[in-house]
């Protein structure tokens, strides 16, 4: 029997999981070069494969996986049994759906009935939110899947994004969307945008957060740059005197000012450390950058055989020679779990301290903090 994963099929030129971009930024279509796979990404293919195996009733062996990968995947496939239990489907997994020429992809799962139609993708990751309102991934999926299916009676889609891992918001989200709506949406949105993209016509930039995150062209890319600079107040034409710039004082700025560049931050940083790799590439490949040179990394020096040095401090200076530290409370109950110790035995010697406060967006799960302006101006003067 083929595995999933010993076949390399061939990547979608229209890829429903990268939509986000080249739907809104068309020009990125051709100018984003596919990156080489992260650890991240092939702990993803491993979770998934796993799902794959434990909705399709094969043999797992679960010594091949860690803890939290399974309790990820059982999450997953119980919100999968909720649905079948509530109303039988009838259900793929790992189903590629074809849209038109180019724009394919596989759903992690697709259930469906006479009546309505679910498309469920599970995210193993979690330093990025995915949300099920407005995604442009599985609308696609879903618009393949109505195709696929030949479903002309159904009138609910239901879209689902399951990221267990994600911290602070709930691991499972669902959006409905109309059929009519969803229709809609693929004839006067996507159809015209892949159009354009294939004929090359009406191309333009769109710089966002969302739709640069990942996009390689980021640190060579003018309209991001261009865009983080208006963000700041900053004219492009300066950036040759940045030292001579003068960006606006924080405290001067306005609530809805602060509010727009904190927004916009993460995609600063994305922006600024474009450059600086970008620029590291030229200097490494000889170009000469006026005001910058190459020189070697500070590194902190090491003990080579480090055994016998510390022996030898030991017996300069005892056991001033070395230090220990005990392992942090999650580190402790993944090792007890491991040995099938119940992880509660701990519970009287850990305390949660109380976190410094931070500016979260607004759908984060968390409370919101009603702070004593009195003592926190106290605390900062």
């Known amino acids: 029997m083929i595995k999933r994963g010993e076949i390399k099929m061939k990547h979608a030129d229209f890829s429903p999981?990268?939509?986000?971009?080249?739907?809104n930024c068309t020009e990125s279509f051709y100018l984003h070069k596919q990156q080489e796979t992260s650890s991240e990404a092939e702990e993803?293919?491993?979770?998934?494969?796993?799902?794959?195996?434990?909705?399709k009733g094969e043999n797992v062996n679960?010594?091949?996986?860690?803890?939290?990968?399974?309790?990820?995947?059982?999450?997953?496939?119980?919100i999968i049994d909720y649905y079948q239990q509530q109303e039988p489907h009838k259900i793929w997994v790992e189903k590629r759906v074809n849209i038109i020429e180019g724009c394919f992809g596989t759903v992690d799962c697709i259930l469906w009935n006479d009546n309505e139609l679910h498309i469920i993708d599970f995210k193993y990751g979690k330093g990025v939110f995915v949300d099920a309102k407005d995604n442009d991934q599985l609308k696609i999926y879903a618009i393949g899947a109505i195709i696929e299916l030949k479903l002309t009676q159904v009138q609910d889609v239901y879209l689902h994004i399951i990221q267990p891992r994600y911290p602070?918001?709930?691991?499972?989200?669902?959006?409905?969307?109309?059929?009519?709506?969803?229709?809609?949406?693929?004839?006067n949105k996507l159809i015209p945008v892949i159009?354009?993209?294939k004929e090359k016509k009406g191309l333009c930039?769109?710089?966002?957060?969302?739709?640069c995150r990942w996009c390689s062209h980021s640190g060579s890319c003018k309209a991001l740059a261009e865009h983080n600079l208006a963000i700041a107040k900053t004219d492009f034409k300066d950036i040759a005197n940045v030292e001579e710039s003068t960006l606006p004082v924080p405290n001067e700025l306005s609530n809805e000012q602060?509010?727009?560049?904190?927004?916009a931050s993460d995609l600063f940083k994305k922006w600024l450390k474009a450059v600086d790799a970008e620029a590291l590439r030229r200097a490494r490949a000889g170009d000469k950058l006026p005001g910058l040179k190459l020189v070697e990394g500070r590194k902190n020096r090491k003990w080579q055989r480090e055994e016998e040095a510390l022996n030898l401090l030991k017996s300069f200076i005892s056991e001033e020679a070395y230090t220990t530290k005990i392992i942090t409370p999650a580190q402790a109950e993944k090792k007890l779990k491991e040995r099938k110790i119940d992880k509660n035995v701990l519970n009287e010697f850990i305390y949660k301290p109380q976190g410094e406060p931070v500016l979260a967006n607004e759908n984060d799960k968390r409370k919101e903090l009603k702070l004593n302006a009195e003592e926190e101006f106290k605390c900062i003067n």
Not at 44 to 52: P, R
Not at 62 to 77: C, F, H, K, L, P
């Open 44 to 55: 993803g293919t491993k979770a998934h494969a796993l799902a794959e195996k434990v909705l």
């Open 62 to 78: 679960s010594d091949d996986y860690d803890s939290e990968m399974i309790q990820a995947v059982n999450y997953y496939t119980s």
């Open 195 to 197: 159009k354009s993209i």
């Open 205 to 211: 930039f769109n710089p966002s957060e969302h739709a």
């Open 17 to 23: 999981s990268a939509a986000y971009r080249w739907l």
């Open 258 to 263: 602060l509010v727009q560049i904190k927004k």
């Open 168 to 187: 602070n918001q709930e691991p499972h989200r669902l959006h409905k969307i109309d059929v009519k709506d969803l229709k809609e949406w693929g004839v």
